[in-house]
T-cell receptor, first 110, second 115 residues
């Protein structure tokens, strides 16, 4: 079993929809949780960064961490075609090494 | 300012040949990471350099893989006697010391194809 599980998708939604992306993990030592966005043939870019449990909101994006369930989510409100990308969750204990999920490919159609 | 740059952007090589991949981190970033991204797989950690400390090589898949970082800046990942399973996108990232795990800035990657 992988330390971080993420549904690869693809997830296809109409413009304006609310998107929910999720990851589960098995290592209870993880304290830092991130979401990266990766456009085709580009490197990943940090989208959201949270420490421990709770919610964090940034514009149309909300990240949630539920450590009791070992489950993290990223919500995208009012999704746009420009949100079409692969979304990777990543997490870490107190070290600088990140463990990534496989990524979920999102397609937002007009 | 300039981001992380990698060269070449694409590399096609024959099985058994050696390849060198280059990474120029963001100026002032003391930490540098190499990852491998295969089709349908997440990012696989390979190696991590932090300042003058000994690198963390725990992710290197075999002794055919090595990396060095000269002068605390540019890094080169070398794959000797390449195999077809080495075909992947190799990503480099850098971060500032003390910025905490996760705040890594990635380059565009080198797409390696081993025929």
């Amino acid at each position: 079993q992988k330390e971080v599980e993420q549904d690869p998708g693809p997830l296809s939604v109409p413009e304006g929809a609310i998107v929910s992306l999720n990851c589960t993990y098995s290592n209870s030592a993880f304290q830092y949780f991130m979401w990266y966005r990766q456009y085709s043939r580009k490197g990943p870019e940090l989208l959201m960064y949270t420490y421990s449990s709770g919610n964090k909101e940034d514009g149309r994006f909300t990240a949630q961490v539920d450590k009791s369930s070992k489950y993290i989510s990223l919500f995208i409100r009012d999704s746009q075609p420009s949100d079409s990308a692969t979304y990777l969750c990543a997490m870490s204990p107190y070290t600088d090494k990140l463990i990534f999920g496989t990524g979920t490919r999102l397609q937002v159609f007009p | 300012g300039a981001g992380v740059s990698q060269s070449p952007s694409n590399k096609v090589t024959e099985k058994g040949k050696d390849v060198e991949l280059r990474c120029d981190p963001i100026s002032g970033h003391t930490a540098l990471y190499w990852y491998r991204q295969s089709l349908g797989q997440g990012l696989e950690f390979l190696i991590y350099f932090q300042g003058n400390s000994a690198p963390d090589k725990s992710g290197l898949p075999s002794d055919r893989f090595s990396a060095e970082r000269t002068g605390g800046s540019v890094s080169t990942l070398t794959i000797q006697r390449t195999q077809q399973e080495d075909s992947a996108v190799y990503l480099c990232a850098s971060s500032q010391q003390g910025s905490g795990p996760g705040e890594q800035f990635f380059g565009p990657g080198t797409r390696l194809t081993v025929l």
